[in-house]
């Protein structure tokens, strides 16, 4: 079945010459002239694609836009807009819209934003048909689709049913008892007790004592005998939360219970035998940890078998919406709020936040929303000013984080604002633009992928490359440096949109007609 793009335009001249570029493509192009009709198109046959129009006869362009992202049309959507409204199409890639073309439309343009659109779009929905299949959104007291979570349930799957210690390894709120009890119930033992000790809660006096029980008399005030955690969770599971917090002489201690599985309460001479799955946890890097002597190297290789890294919730996507969701349904039924929905800017704002403090922020932050609030919708107002007026989160790779880290150490050069408009919005893959600060159009940007020049390294260059394969180098590392997003790798080069991505297509042929 060929795809649907729906034209919203209302110049019918300008209809027919953009059906005529794309008269011979593998896709069929629907026109309408005003808002209505578009409306009644999309509810009728939901297009792949829509190419709006900002003026129409009877709205605005923007109107139509909103109206698909309140009905959550699963439709990409591309802004038409003249040379005057460039920074207004610019904007609304803030609320979804894909990418935007400047009018007059050129047929290159036009053929390429439609193919590339396309393209995606078919992506997205094979991504969809394999998230359907195989993915689940809540697991366990997980709730979550994204990728990343979905690893953490397949680990949880392949891990439960064994025997094998796990070491679960996340920032503050992610998740790690939550991911321990999902082990639990997920496990043999989960008809048993699952039993939590947060190592770093404890005062280190009375570890010991938490852990392995005492006995009457062994310290001041131990009136009676008292169980400790590894006898109360025996044929169940032991979770040991903030393990790094431990003092190394009680790691001593519990690498011998772990290796004999016996152990001797506090103050008793008698030694007792458990059965416990153990299962720990940690916000530190343990391997720093052990390097720096603040964690046994022994303790660290006994429990660290099967690792679980749950993600933080700034690499869940759309994940964090959810989970908004979620607890602004919970919270509003629990104090008979109106709460029920969240706007769509408020949506794209919540995404672009770091959560530094991960799902539990978001928690406390939607709490704290309908506490103070009755309204039906959740919107931007509602919003602290730590999300509203925070710089969106940059979304690099380690190396680059490094790279750049590195170049900002030796050069000690200061960032500055870029002033012209069109380029200071780069988008994600999401639509969602990011700011310029993500990806610094500067000196620190350029040397990730552009070698220095002869007056810059003060040496002679020993030999000359021709010009298109210093320009096919320099355009494909900005592409893959924006993690393959053409479009954000055209804003950092400074090029056309449409020239990017007619050179890459070019070099992709040349490459298929000419196999090495």
Same mark, same amino acid.
């Given at each position: ?109 036009? /053929? ?63 998740? /790690? ?340």
């Amino acid at each position: 079945m060929r795809p649907k793009v729906l034209l919203v335009e209302d110049s019918t001249s300008l209809a027919i010459l953009y059906k005529q570029y794309v008269k011979d493509e593998p896709y069929d192009l629907f026109h309408v002239e005003t808002g209505r009709e578009a409306k009644a198109f999309i509810e009728r046959n939901v297009p792949q694609l829509i190419i709006l129009d900002l003026k129409l006869p009877d709205m605005f362009g923007e109107e139509i836009l909103d109206w698909i992202n309140e009905n959550q049309i699963p439709s990409a959507v591309v802004i038409a807009t003249a040379h005057g409204s460039v920074d207004i199409a610019v904007g609304l890639l803030q609320k979804g819209a894909k990418d935007f073309l400047e009018k007059p439309i050129k047929a290159d343009r036009l /053929k390429t934003s439609i193919d590339l659109h396309l393209k995606q779009a078919k992506l997205e929905h094979l991504v969809d048909d394999i998230e359907n299949k195989f993915d689940r959104k809540r697991f366990q007291g997980f709730i979550g689709s994204s990728l990343p979570m979905q690893a953490v349930y397949k680990t949880i799957d392949s891990v439960a049913p064994t025997t094998a210690s796990v070491f679960i390894i996340g920032e503050s709120g992610t998740g /790690k008892e939550v991911c321990a009890e999902a082990i639990h119930k997920e496990s043999q033992r989960k008809n048993s007790a699952f039993v939590a000790i947060n190592c770093g809660a404890i005062p280190k006096d009375l570890m010991e004592s938490e852990i392995f029980g005492h006995v009457k008399g062994a310290f001041t005030g131990a009136t009676a005998d008292r169980k400790g955690a590894a006898s109360l969770a025996h044929g169940g599971t032991l979770f040991l939360d903030e393990l790094c917090e431990m003092e190394l002489e009680m790691q001593k201690k519990l690498l011998r219970f772990l290796q004999t599985g016996t152990f001797t309460p506090l103050g008793g001479t008698k030694e007792l035998k458990v059965d416990v799955r153990i299962i720990c946890a940690t916000n530190r890097d343990p391997l720093l940890e052990v390097e720096e002597g603040r964690f046994r190297e022994d303790l660290y290789y006994r429990v660290h078998v099967v690792p679980v890294e749950m993600p933080p919730l700034r690499e869940r996507g759309n994940d964090i919406i959810t989970l908004a969701k979620h607890f602004l349904k919970i919270y509003a039924k629990q104090d008979n709020k109106n709460f029920s929905s969240i706007h769509k800017d408020a949506e794209v704002m919540m995404k672009k936040y770091a959560w530094p403090g991960n799902v539990r922020q978001l928690q406390n932050i939607i709490r704290n929303i309908v506490v103070l609030n009755n309204e039906a919708k959740l919107t931007v107002d509602h919003l602290p000013a730590q999300i509203t007026r925070a710089k969106p989160v940059a979304k690099t790779s380690q190396p680059q984080r490094e790279a750049m880290q590195n170049h900002a150490v030796s050069n000690e050069t200061p960032y500055q604002e870029p002033t012209h408009a069109p380029s200071s919005q780069i988008v994600q893959g999401d639509g969602s633009p990011q700011g310029i600060s993500e990806l610094p159009k500067n000196q620190e940007t350029q040397n990730a992928f552009e070698q220095p020049s002869e007056s810059q390294s003060g040496t002679k260059p020993q030999s000359i490359r021709p010009m298109w394969q210093v320009e096919r180098e320099t355009i494909q590392n900005a592409i893959d440096y924006c993690d393959g997003n053409v479009l954000n790798a055209a804003v950092l080069l400074e090029l056309s949109p449409s020239t990017v991505y007619r050179k890459k297509q070019a070099w992709e042929s040349e490459d298929e007609s000419n196999p090495a």
